[in-house]
C-alpha cells in the first residue's frame, strides 16, 4: 500500500458539525416562505447541495418557488446561521499534526465559498489546508463534488494512489471513486450507513486516520 502525502477533507460532518445552523436557517426560511414547519430529522439529509435538501424537507418542486426558499435560506445563513457550526472534537489536533507529520492537506465541499471561508476563519481552520474548493469556486460553478475533487488533482497533479478522501456520507464516496482515490469514512458524520457502497473503508476515530496517513496523531509529545 502506497503512503499517503495527501489528506483531503470534506467539511459538514466531517471536521465541522453544520447541523445547528443549518437547521436554525431552514426553520426561518421555511417560515419566510409560508410552509409547514421543519418535521424531520436533517441529520442524514446533510451533505448535498442547500436546494436539494430543502426541496426534500418542503416538499415543493416548483424552481421559482424553490428559488425564493433557497434565497431565503441563504439570507438567514449568510447573516447568522453559519456562525453556529461548531468544531468536531479532535480535529483540530488532527489537522495540526498531519501538517506537521509532512501530509498536504486539502478541503472539497458543497458549501459555498464565501460562508466557507467564514467558518474556517472563525473556527481557526483556514490555515491548515493547502487548498479550499467549494462547487462555486470557479464560473460555471462545479455540478458535483466529484468535478471539484478530479479537478483539483488533475491542476495540482496529485498522484491519486497517494491520496486519501476523508468524510462521512455516500456522495464522498463516489466523488472519490470517480477521481480514483482511497475513502474513508468518519464515525459521527451526516451519513447513513445503509447509503454507503460495501467498499466504504469506515473509521472509528481519528488516530485511525491518523494511522492510514502513517502519523503517529496522537502519541505523547516532547
Known amino acids: 500500500m502506497e503512503r499517503i502525502l495527501h489528506a483531503i477533507f470534506d467539511l459538514d460532518g466531517t471536521l465541522v458539525d453544520s447541523l445547528p445552523g443549518i437547521e436554525w436557517s431552514v426553520q426561518a426560511a421555511l417560515a419566510r416562505c409560508g410552509l409547514p414547519p421543519l418535521s424531520r430529522d436533517l441529520r442524514p439529509l446533510i451533505g448535498p447541495p442547500i436546494r436539494r435538501i430543502l426541496a426534500t424537507v418542503s416538499g415543493v418542486?416548483?424552481?421559482?418557488?424553490?428559488?425564493?426558499?433557497?434565497?431565503?435560506?441563504?439570507?438567514?445563513?449568510?447573516?447568522?446561521?453559519?456562525?453556529?457550526?461548531?468544531?468536531?472534537?479532535?480535529?483540530?489536533?488532527?489537522?495540526?499534526?498531519?501538517?506537521?507529520?509532512?501530509?498536504?492537506?486539502?478541503?472539497?465541499?458543497?458549501?459555498?465559498?464565501?460562508?466557507?471561508?467564514?467558518?474556517?476563519?472563525?473556527?481557526?481552520?483556514a490555515g491548515y489546508f493547502e487548498e479550499i474548493r467549494c462547487r462555486d469556486s470557479r464560473t460555471p460553478a462545479f455540478a458535483s463534488k466529484a468535478e471539484v475533487l478530479v479537478d483539483l488533482l488533475r491542476r495540482r497533479a496529485l498522484v491519486p494512489s497517494a491520496c486519501l478522501m476523508i468524510g462521512d456520507t455516500a456522495e464522498d464516496c463516489g466523488a472519490a471513486m470517480a477521481a480514483g482515490i482511497d475513502c474513508a469514512i468518519v464515525a459521527g458524520g451526516y451519513g447513513d450507513d445503509t447509503s454507503l457502497p460495501a467498499e466504504a473503508k469506515r473509521v472509528s476515530g481519528w488516530d485511525k486516520i491518523a494511522e492510514r496517513c502513517g502519523v503517529s496523531v496522537f502519541a505523547e509529545r516532547c
Do not use: C, M
Not at 449568510?78 to 501538517?99: I, N
Not at 459555498?112 to 472563525?122: G, Y
Open 61 to 125: 418542486r416548483e424552481p421559482a418557488r424553490l428559488d425564493r426558499l433557497e434565497y431565503a435560506f441563504r439570507s438567514s445563513y449568510d447573516s447568522g446561521g453559519w456562525r453556529r457550526t461548531r468544531l468536531q472534537t479532535g480535529a483540530a489536533e488532527l489537522l495540526e499534526q498531519l501538517r506537521d507529520g509532512g501530509i498536504g492537506l486539502w478541503l472539497v465541499t458543497n458549501k459555498p465559498a464565501r460562508v466557507t471561508e467564514r467558518i474556517l476563519d472563525e473556527l481557526k481552520l
